[in-house]
């Protein structure tokens, strides 16, 4: 029985004097927010001002590393290395974590985004390297997946001791795979599907696959796309569920967050 | 007088496929490296190696950030605001930091690249966010700088309780004001000039400008740029003339070096 | 007495995912687009995209070449070279000529943005070098501009023997010299100032300055930019004003266009 | 029994201050270049002076476009849509072509680049909107292609009214299948091995793949790639080559070249 869970959504996505989503409401309503470090979206003074409304807002942050791709919003697969895919983790969570520690706030977790978490559900070579860059920076972060945790990344993240951390989309299909439904469009999203798959998690621990499919779904946090045009209204009626429902709305607790004091850098 | 100095050079200014200068044999050549941070040369792949050379040769390694203009080399003045500068040091130094962490190498120092030395050889208002952005990361950085203390850069950064560090450039020309002239070629340098300029500085702690006129030098390092394509002839013709002098190659020693343990993030 | 308007928009700004302003219904109200080429903002899908709204719209289309900097959206002054400027216009004019020409659609003018805008008010040497490219490129392509004629830009232009359309911008102010005051705030425009901006130009040939003072104003087209929140407000309004004075709106006649046939491609 | 033949290579591959090949030397060997066009390599300063150099020498110009992958160096595949490959066509094809058309110079043909090439090899949609949009630009534009002309890209070139150009690379191996053998190192190119593959395919039409199998090689064109170490000396050999079997050197002959007045823009 699930008493407690996490709201995550991806935010900072914007790009020079371009927005993407609504970051000022969207923090009000999240527990934890995966920020884009600069390869398919964000940049460094997005970053900056993301981290501190995280803060101000009391919102956790994860690094939302994703392929060296703002053209296509890392929405493409990139036929990359090992070497790049150990570099690229390095510099956009390092760079992130910098402006986290000079926050004097704790790097939370990681989440891959967009075609590299495509990637990732298959590619052993590239989730292996991906790990151990993770591993190097913070053996105590956890990895956010939203389908899954079978598939290549959280599987191989588990064995070589990250945490995964299941995440339910509030917001996109699945397959009967359970794998995300490929998600462009930026409509409005149908407030009474979501709250149908929030109920239907919470009561019975399953979402409905795009095919009609009833499928299991492990999860500790709930994600909800920031740059919807309804993202705000999405995300009010999942904590609606959840008070319905009796469950806490709280980060999800890093493994070090309490054995260890927080690194400021 | 003299009996220690510090030989510095800008290494992994390369980018994707291009290579820029000879970085494993001048590597062997200098105490301390200025690593290009992906903003005006340099990528991930290029930092985690440069960084792993670094290390295997006992180089000390400081962050070398420059404007965003991969095409103009960072070579390009850019009008850019306060906060953009704040923002691009933390982003770039804090990049360099992830690998220099994870390889278990503390950040020795910072030294802007380019265009942005050239404008922070005037700018007040950008000198104080940028060192203020590097007492966040760490206030025993010392700042390396080509030409005179007495300019915003480095008389701001003194200011703020910031080490700056005076160069003297082994291979470019300075004009009567002690700045650095433009230094676009990749000619080679010639060695005689190099051997009469180290000298002219042990002996006298002199340059003669370009127009003739002989100027004071105040120096802690020796830059030789790693791009020219007798590099290592002119690091070598350096270390040859300090050997001669009797005064001893060192990185420069940064304040907390000893007094405190490295942070290994 | 003005008989006879054309009012254009910069339009195709987005980039990637990005959108920026409502170019669908922008177009319903301009007779002339700009339209951004890939480096300040567009990219080579929004401008197929933008030609082809353009078509079916009957608008004429110039290119909106800027600074390599979309980091900066074009609007942060960079020290490029007269080379530079030269092949920086070739490229980003003969990028976009290319999609109208597979479109069947004719170049119409070049109009700077952003900061290359502000750069050129002031330096000859760019200024002649752009020049020079747009007339390699069509000697029969106007430049469009939205300040004083006699600043640097339309005046060589002018002597070169270009045509230098005039703009009234719709909703930004002037300095008392007459340029563009800058234009960041993605604001609603009050559309009362609009409305009292047209008829004064139309009755009286002049604007008031952002001080109060009155001058002269020599335009051919009014530009509304695409990105304000009201960007089809303020155009209704403009339109409006417009047809209360019986001025028709129509694009401005390209020196070309009815001595020569269309260049297809 | 070949009487003629073209030799052609990929140049103005340098990126701002990087360059990639000595194109003033490499240029005086070949008849035909391919010059890169900004995306994965290339930018307008060096599209200029590539142009102009071809032009001084006598050699004609084609496109070769390739992934926007800078740091890859167009090298990894990427996941493009139908719509992206059709736009980076006309805007990398369009812009060089202005380079062009401003020198008086006309577009000879289009080269796919790197994994832009490999993926051409098998996705027929991709090919087919690549050539569309070729066609559009101009239908008299042949396709140069180094592997089998049955693949994807040149058979469907070939149905759509496109010439497609067999070329014999005198630098990498082949597979079995006749698909160039991937090519990322900066080695000095075995020259007895160049002049042995340029005599077995002038008096054979065989090239031996990397496992020893003869196979059967259609090729109107010869290339060597300009950024190995010495491909002056590869260049050298496979004109020494040609010269002792009496075959004469001359670019490949465009559809158009002696029926239409060239296109100038």
Same mark, same amino acid.
């Given at each position: 029985?699930?008493?407690?869970? !996490? ?8 790009? &020079? ?8 409401? *969207?923090?009000? @309503? ?12 964000? !940049?460094? =003074? ?40 150990? =570099? @690229? ?11 986290? #520690? ?55 993240? +588990? ?13 996109? &299909?699945?397959?009967?795979?359970? *794998? ?11 407030? #009474? ?9 919470? +009561? ?5 696959? +795009? ?11 709930? =994600? ?42």
């Amino acid at each position: 029985m699930i008493t407690e869970i !996490d709201i995550n959504s991806d935010l900072g996505e914007g790009y &020079g004097n371009y927005k993407a989503g609504n970051d000022e409401e *969207v923090m009000k @309503y999240v527990t934890t927010a995966n920020i884009a470090c600069g390869f398919h979206a964000g !940049d460094p =003074c997005i970053m900056r001002k993301t981290v501190e409304l995280a803060k101000r807002n009391g919102v956790v942050v994860g690094a939302h590393p994703g392929f060296p791709d703002l053209m296509g919003f890392g929405r493409r697969k990139m036929e990359i290395s090992e070497d790049d895919a150990w =570099c @690229y983790t390095i510099y956009q969570v390092g760079a992130l974590k910098a402006f986290l #520690e000079v926050a004097g706030v704790e790097l939370h977790h990681v989440k891959p985004h967009g075609a590299l978490y495509w990637v990732l559900t298959k590619d052993e070579k590239l989730s292996k390297v991906i790990c151990e860059a993770i591993i190097k920076i913070d053996p105590d972060l956890p990895v956010y997946w939203p389908s899954p945790l079978t598939e290549a990344f959280p599987r191989i993240a +588990t064995e070589m001791g990250l945490k995964a951390v299941g995440e339910l989309n509030a917001d996109t &299909g699945y397959t009967p795979d359970g *794998v995300v439904a490929p998600f462009r469009e930026k409509h409005a999203i149908d407030l #009474e599907g979501v709250r149908k798959r929030i109920r239907q998690f919470i +009561t019975e621990g399953t979402v409905t696959a +795009t095919n009609g499919e009833v499928i299991k779904k492990e999860a500790q946090s709930i =994600c909800a796309h920031g740059d919807t045009p309804n993202a705000v209204d999405v995300l009010k009626a999942v904590r609606d569920e959840l008070k319905s429902a009796n469950i806490s709305i709280a980060p999800f607790k890093k493994p070090s967050s309490q054995a260890k004091p927080k690194s400021t850098g």
